[in-house]
């Protein structure tokens, strides 16, 4: 299969048929994990490191439970209450890790570059579980996997992302994947919430919701990341609520047969009216987090066996 990665630092890096053998591999383990016996040896033997300077149970326990069905041993470092906090580098962390010899690292922090940078000094592989406003690969990934099940394709569809794009990771990887998978993207919300120059990256911007959702193929709502604002984006919920949370009047200007997503956390009654989160007709917000565990586990075995394929070729090459 097409995967040629050392880490997955991010959307940007895969090109296309990367991104489908991730989606395939994961179709495999979505069937694996509604088994009885859920467990793979893709990770026998190996370690896997988690180190979230951000909580994220969410991600976490995703990944957690993703590497630990690989057989893999999982272990979880807190670092709200770690080293860091005392003055230790990330530089230092690096030096640290390469000492456990983990094989693979997973990574969320809440600067913009900091994976990247430990990916450059530690000697495994390295996934970002979400960095800053950079990127948030898996999640994409999820939302992908979901999309092509649910609609049998991922591409030339039209794809409307909206809320908040500013403060989005998500959005940003979205938007690249997407992207290369030839589909339409409509960016949807407040000018105060959409970045300047998003028509440059080949998407349409859309400050009305009923005109951005207009036939679209699949509604994808944003969290309000009040937590990374910092002035008053939005005049109050209920006003946001009011023109730009999914309701069903919003919804009807959509496709009939479109599909409603949302990362999570939801924060119903402000990005999503709870009745249409939970309409099982429409909604595949619990099937993000049911692909979301097939997808880390596929990333994770995709570079596990690039891992495993390098150590080889040094180990000839010592024997040579």
């Known amino acids: 299969m097409a995967f040629r990665q050392k880490h997955l630092l991010g959307i940007e890096p895969l090109h296309p048929t990367e991104i489908t053998t991730i989606l395939d ?32 149970t969410r991600t976490q326990s995703s990944f957690e439970l993703a590497g630990k069905r690989l057989g893999a041993d999982v272990m979880n470092m807190s670092m709200q209450a770690s080293s860091i906090k005392k003055g230790e580098t990330l530089i230092d962390t690096a030096l640290t890790l390469n000492a456990m010899h983990p094989d693979l690292l997973v990574v969320r922090h809440p600067h913009s570059g900091a994976v990247d940078l430990l990916a450059e000094k530690v000697n495994c592989a390295v996934l970002n579980a979400g960095d800053g406003r950079h990127e948030h690969p898996t999640q994409a990934l999820l939302d992908a996997l979901t999309i092509r099940r649910a609609k049998g394709r991922l591409h030339r569809l039209s794809i409307a992302i909206c809320g908040d794009i500013a403060h989005s990771r998500v959005a940003r990887s979205n938007l690249i994947l997407l992207g290369k998978m030839e589909n339409r993207v409509r960016l949807v919300g407040p000018p105060t919430l959409i970045p300047a120059g998003m028509t440059e990256l080949g998407c349409e911007v859309y400050e009305d919701m009923e005109e951005g959702l207009k036939d679209v193929d699949v509604v994808m709502m944003l969290r309000l990341q009040k937590e990374r604002m910092d002035g008053g984006f939005i005049p109050s919920e209920r006003e946001y609520f009011h023109r730009y949370g999914l309701d069903a009047a919003k919804l009807a200007h959509a496709k009939p047969d479109a599909i409603v997503m949302h990362p999570g956390p939801m924060n119903r009654g402000v990005e999503i009216d709870g009745t249409i989160a939970d309409d099982i007709n429409r909604s595949v917000i619990q099937e993000q987090v049911e692909m979301g565990v097939a997808v880390r586990m596929a990333a994770m075995d995709l570079l596990a066996r690039n891992l495993r394929a390098s150590k080889n070729s040094a180990d000839q090459g010592i024997m040579v």
């Open 25 to 56: 591999v994961a179709d495999s383990y979505v069937d694996l994990n509604r088994q009885a016996h859920k467990h793979s040896d893709a990770l026998k033997g190996m370690t896997q490191i988690n180190m979230f300077f951000e909580n994220s």
